[in-house]
């Protein structure tokens, strides 16, 4: 299987920093006394290199620096028993100011993967310049790969710009989810939407180099307060879960989610551009509510694409 080596990717990073550079408010910008941005141990890098042996998909090749780091391949989903597991790990425990994380994920030919997180992701409070990441995800021939972190958790004065870029064959499937939390909420009287910046931009090509959808989402509660109509007025979490799969299998999912409009949460579903899949939307008080509804977004896509069932939750996952 062609696989890209990570010394490839470097050019889009340099490209896509800049542009963060440009894009992050000025006064987000300056240099951390105690250690510039993207120095030794805050510049993280994870390649996930994923293929197929047999009936079997494995972890074959994994490089990785400084603070980021991945638990071995486990096989423990037992609808999925050939299905490798993997866990990515931050060896600083959260995100600080002047990170720079890059995690590529590649699966070859055939072959599937889950990759999740260890725990929520936390982006502590920044006096000087911002955190960032950029995601590669990277689908080959008929692969299949489910990516749900957990949660991420925005602290009072926050700033953190997450890029995640998608090249895929169309006859593969991607499930990855993004959930936002605003802030901890009985921590302190301004902590909640207490967050400086917040950026997230997904963006798909197929193997033709088609650019087939961009989405961005820009948070910036001291210029529009989060409470406002067209932010998430009365709520607080934000969840959104892509699904890129085959023409296929899109109305069968589509048929499944009808639009909800309550007290609790609420949320819809709707197709991408370019018949490229599917796009969830969810809004609650609640991260239970918010992944419960993932959850069965998640299994009713593993359902229709690969005819298997979504085991339950571990304990420390509910």
């Keep these: 299987n062609k696989m890209t080596h990570p010394q490839n990717i470097n050019d889009e990073v340099e490209k896509t920093r800049k542009r963060w550079d440009k894009q992050i408010p000025k006064e987000y910008r300056q240099e951390p006394e105690q250690m510039p941005s993207g120095a030794i141990g805050k510049d993280g890098f994870l390649y996930l290199g994923f293929t197929r042996t047999g009936r079997k998909s494995i972890l074959h090749r994994m490089e990785k620096r400084t603070p980021l780091f991945a638990q071995k391949a486990l096989y423990h989903d037992e609808a999925l028993p050939d299905l490798p597991c993997v866990t990515v790990i931050s060896t600083s425990g959260c995100v600080l100011q002047g990170d720079r994380m890059v995690l590529s994920i590649n699966v070859g030919e055939n072959a599937f993967a889950s990759v999740n997180t260890q725990s929520a992701t936390k982006v502590h409070s920044m006096d000087k310049n911002y955190g960032a990441q950029i995601q590669f995800i990277q689908l080959n021939e008929n692969s299949y790969l489910e990516y749900l972190p957990d949660p991420l958790i925005l602290h009072r004065n926050a700033r953190f710009v997450n890029d995640t870029v998608i090249d895929y064959k169309r006859n593969a499937t991607l499930i990855y989810s993004e959930v936002i939390i605003p802030g901890r909420r009985y921590h302190h009287e301004n902590e909640l939407n207490g967050f400086d910046y917040y950026s997230s931009t997904v963006s798909a090509k197929d193997e033709s180099g088609n650019i087939l959808f961009k989405e961005q989402i820009v948070l910036s509660p001291k210029e529009h307060p989060m409470t406002e109509i067209g932010v998430i007025g009365s709520f607080q979490i934000i969840g959104t879960i892509f699904i890129l799969t085959p023409v296929e299998n899109i109305a069968s999912i589509l048929s499944t989610f009808k639009a909800h409009y309550g007290k609790d949460c609420c949320y819809g579903m709707s197709t991408l551009p370019a018949e490229s899949g599917l796009i969830f939307k969810i809004l609650a008080n609640d ?26 939750p571990f304990i420390w996952k509910k």
């Excluded at 998640?298 to 690969?306: C, D, Y």
């Design 287 to 312: 991260s239970s509510i918010i992944k419960k509804h993932i959850r069965t977004v998640w299994a009713t896509t593993r359902k229709v694409v690969l005819n298997a069932e979504l085991p339950a």
